[in-house]
Each structure stands twice: as C-alpha cells, then as structure tokens.
C-alpha cells in the first residue's frame, strides 16, 4: 500500500510536470484568466483520470510520452466540469479539496470563462499527440467529445440536477454514474490504450475493466461521503444527504455498498487478465481505489 | 443588393440543413438539455461564419460538403459564446435576436450546460472531415482551439468585461475586437481555405481577407448599435453605450466610423485580388457587410 502511494506520487509528479507545460503561463494575458485556469487545475487534485490513462498506455507497452498530452486533456476536462458544477446555478459549492472554488476567489464571470477555456484548451491538447497506425487524430478527438458530451458527461450532470430530492431506483442511479463519471473513466483508460496502438481485442478488455472501474469507483465516493469527515475528504462530507442525492448506501445500506463496490472492483480486474502481467500495476491500482480513505 | 440577399437566404437553409443532422434530436435524452442547444442554434442567426467558410472553400475551387462540417463547428463555438455571454453573470441581456436568450427560458444550470455542449459537440463535428494533402485533423482541431481558447474569442469576453466603463483608446479596442470578434472570422475563412487544400500563399490571402473583413464588420456593428432600432436589430440598441462600452463611434464620431469601416472593407478586398474571378463572391459579400442595416 505504501509503495502503491509513492507510485501515485510519483505519477502525480508526471502529470503536473507534463500540464505545467500545456497551459498558458500564469502572468500572461489575459492574466486574471489564466491564473482562475491555474488556480483550479493546481488544487491537490488525485489525477486519477491522467494516472488511468498512462497505466492502459503502460500495460500495452507504450511509453508515458506517448500518452501524456491525452492524460493532461483529460484532468482538463475533469476540471473545467468541477468549476462548471460548483457554480451557484448549479450544485453552488463554495469549497472544493479543502479550498474556496473558482468563483468564490475569481467571481462568476471568470469561473465560466476559465471553465470554457479548460474545454477548449483539451482539445488543442489532445491534438498533440501523433497519430497511431490504429488510431488517428479525428478517432481521438471523438472519442473524448462523446464521452465529455450532451449524452455522456454533460448528461450526467443534467440527470444529477434533474433528480435532487426526487426517490430514484438502483437503475436511474447507476445510469446517473455512468454518464457522470463512468464515461470519462472508460475513455481515460481508452485513449491510453490507443496510444499503445491497442489491437481490438485489448482495447476491448481496457473498456470493461474502465466500466466496472469506475462504477466501483462512484460507489465508494459515495460510502465516504456518508462515513468520513469533510477534513480528510477536502471537500464537504454529508453533502448528498443534504442535497437529498441518491446514493449507494442510501439504496444498498452501507455493507451492500461495500460488498457491490468489491463486486465490481473484481469484474474489473477479471476483464484485465487476459493482457497478462502487463497488467499488474491495473489490478493494484484497482485494488488501491476500492480500499481509499479520501 | 437583392440577388446577394437571395444567395444568402440560400446558403442559410443549406447550413440549417446541416446543423440539423450534426446536433441531438430535439426528443433524445436529456431532452431539455438537447431543446436548449437547438433552441439557441435554431434562432434566426445570420449564419456569417459557416457562409464565410463555405465561401472561402467554393473560391479556392471545393465542393460545399468537404467544408460543411467545418462551417457547422463554427457556429456552434459561436452559439455556444453567445449562450455564455449573455448570462446574468457577464453581460445579464434577456433578448437575443428578438427572443428571450437560453437561461431566461432553461434556467442558468441548463444554459451552461447546453453552451459546454454545443463547445464539445462543435470539436465532435470538426473531426468529421476528411483530411487533405495540406493540412490534417490535428491542424484543422488546433486552428478551431486556438481560435475560441484564452488568447482570442475568450480573452475578448475578459477584456470586455474588464473594460466595462473605463476609458480606453482605439488600439486597446481594436484589440478586443481582434480576439472577441476577429479570431473566429478568420478562422472561419481559414478553415474554409484549408478545406480546399489551399496553396499557402492563397491561405494567407484568405488570413488577411479575414482581419480586415473582422474589423470592418465590428465596426459597423458599433455604429449600427447607435443608429438603429431594437427591433431593426433584433437586440436591445444602445447597450454599449448603457454599459460605457467604448466604441468606434464614441473614439471617432459617426462619421469618422463609417470612413473607417470603408477602409477596411477595402483592404479586405484588396488582400483576395491576387485570387482572380473565384473570389468574386468574398468581394461582394464584404461590401454586403458594410451596407448592412441590421
């Protein structure tokens, strides 16, 4: 487990290092702008998605450079839906990983356009990359617009508005996970796997472990906000409960959420074995998300 | 006058036809997500960017479907800045072409959301082009990107918003319109151009076509704010000069403007001389922009 942290560290490192580089300096014009961009994408954030990314990339025997500028669109994409859904029209939260949001430091005005400018910015990012013999620049730049689009990551926000305070079954839920975070997870793992130039069959196994990865994932988010304090979640705990949102637990009890989370943290390993070790760091990583704290 | 209104009405319907196919079904889910994204597409707009782009292809010699899909993206990155300019967070206007704008009819939450996926959708649909000896997806995504990111489309709004009841002289509003206004113009052309597989020397006729074409259409767009109704221009008239905007008007007087819009509808002219007849058209669309009314 400690060695798993440093690992992560390490990873942390990487992206950090590689999104330093993508966006624009902080003292340049318009400043204000760019230092909202910064301010959000440099908050202490876990870089799950970037870290998915480069370890799909890994497992099929890709180098990190290879995959770098799609895991650095990515976190760009998770970040401007952070500022975007903390806006006070939407789930107006003034604290996100233990700091005041993007519109709580720089106003509405500039979240927006710092939101908008993260979008706009991943896509130039993604068009960095080279093409592979598989996989070209129109396949990648899809591939990330569905997943971040109206019936994906933006439906999913959608629903999760749509469905506060009102009693929605297992099924609604699940779909709600899905699309809100399910979609960006899988296509994360995805985009690393073309820039190992994945043949069908890999790229394939990636995509279920990614579906199952990531309901895993939504199910333990969903347990620690109800059993953890705000302090170690950086972010405020209970807040479902406040805002009336379905969750795991409220549907399975607290034991049938665990148990649902171990269920489909294990199909998501199962559909990972057939690419042999390679996909050990996988598995770990599969197993470090399910046992998490924060 | 009336043959080039004719023409445009044409190519209107042409790019609303398209438009249709690339957004979401009105009914498909979330629906009210995907009413929202077509009720600000489908608005009456004057569809100047895709026509600007369709024009600059037809003139180097493509057919309208190689650019078609190019034309779509750009109004909808376009759409997609009015939807967020007009929220009560930045400019707070209620109308836009004569009817309520998006989030007096869906709320602020789903006008956010439907502007985020009408940016992501514009990319979806710019990868839908083939790509040409020339230029490839990857330039095509960039172009797109660099045009609507934090140095240009959405540097203006910054600075617009910043210079909001300030004294400025006409470099530093020249210059907020070269990024609010004239980025996306120009790369309306550009992307057109490259559509045709343009040599680079008649790419970079196209660049300065669009630089003067932007800043003559801005500047007649202040005087136009001055001088017409609210229901000629289907927006409330006299907002810059409501909210101190500065404007050429205001820097040069009526007529000093109207010398100025002149000039660079000239200029404009004059860079796409070196195209011969097939850009008969670009020239006489720009004298049509001058003389506008509305």
Same mark, same amino acid.
């Given at each position: 487990m400690i060695e798993m942290e440093k690992f992560l560290e390490q990873r942390r490192r990487q992206v950090d290092a590689a999104l330093e580089k993508f966006l624009p300096k902080a003292k340049s014009s318009p400043v204000t702008l760019h230092e909202a961009m910064r301010y959000s994408m440099f908050a202490g954030g876990k870089r799950l998605r970037p870290i998915l990314c480069l370890e799909a990339a890994s497992a099929l025997g890709a180098n990190d450079s290879e995959a770098l500028p799609l895991a650095c669109a990515l976190e760009m994409v998770h970040t401007y839906s952070l500022i975007h859904d903390d806006l006070p029209a939407m789930d107006n939260d003034d604290f996100r990983r233990g700091r005041p949001t993007c519109h709580k430091v720089y106003g509405e005005a500039i979240a927006i356009l710092a939101g908008d400018a993260l979008l706009t910015l991943a896509f130039e990012t993604a068009a960095r990359v080279r093409s592979w013999p598989r996989y070209k620049h129109d396949q990648i730049i899809t591939e990330l617009a569905v997943a971040s689009g109206s019936r994906q990551l933006i439906a999913g926000q959608v629903s999760d508005l749509e469905n506060e305070a009102k009693e929605i079954d297992a099924r609604t839920l699940r779909s709600i996970h899905e699309r809100k975070t399910g979609a960006l997870f899988t296509t994360s793992l995805r985009l690393g796997a073309m820039a190992a130039n994945a043949t069908p069959a890999k790229l394939e196994a990636i995509t279920k472990f990614g579906r199952a990865l990531g309901l895993a994932f939504q199910i333990v988010d969903d347990i620690l906000d109800v059993t953890q304090t705000s302090e170690k979640l950086g972010k405020s705990a209970g807040k479902d409960i406040k805002a009336q949102k379905a969750t795991y637990p409220a549907l399975l009890g607290i034991d049938g959420a665990k148990k649902a989370a171990a269920l489909w943290t294990s199909r998501a390993q199962a559909a990972v074995? @057939?690419? /042999? @070790? /390679?996909a050990k760091r996988l598995l770990d990583l599969a197993d470090h998300m399910l046992h998490r704290e924060h």
């Open positions: 074995k @057939s690419l /042999g @070790s /390679g």
